[in-house]
């Protein structure tokens, strides 16, 4: 994932490469997001740190990544300040997130 990669595919490849971290990782070990920046460019990475981040906030936004600072969760809604690390979600983490299934009564069906 090295060079310039075109402006359309970039956040892709960042989801790519973030998840592949996450994959590789585990739900009980973090990240750094500037892993994934340094494989999209292990010279230049800073300047992909932006759009790496904004990444990361669209799969927690998914619910596909657990993003944390200092052991809390961070929610994709808030603003990020500082360093972060990054992780897949824990089986609690994904029922939590998950919508009401097909057999569920939802409030006011019961």
Do not use: H, Y
Not at 24 to 46: I, N, Q, Y
């Amino acid at each position: 994932m090295s060079g310039d990669p075109s402006p359309d595919s970039l956040p892709a490849q960042l989801e790519q490469a973030l998840l592949a971290l996450a994959e590789a990782r585990g739900a009980e070990k973090t990240f750094c997001p500037s892993e994934a920046a340094r494989r999209l460019d292990p010279v230049a990475w800073r300047e992909w740190m932006p759009a790496t981040r904004e990444a990361a906030r669209s799969l927690a936004r998914r619910g596909e990544l657990i993003v944390s600072q200092r052991g809390q969760v961070l929610t994709p809604a808030m603003p990020w300040t500082g360093p972060i690390r990054l992780r897949l979600p824990r089986d609690a983490e994904r029922a939590d997130n998950a919508g009401p299934s097909d057999d569920t009564p939802e409030r006011g069906d019961a």
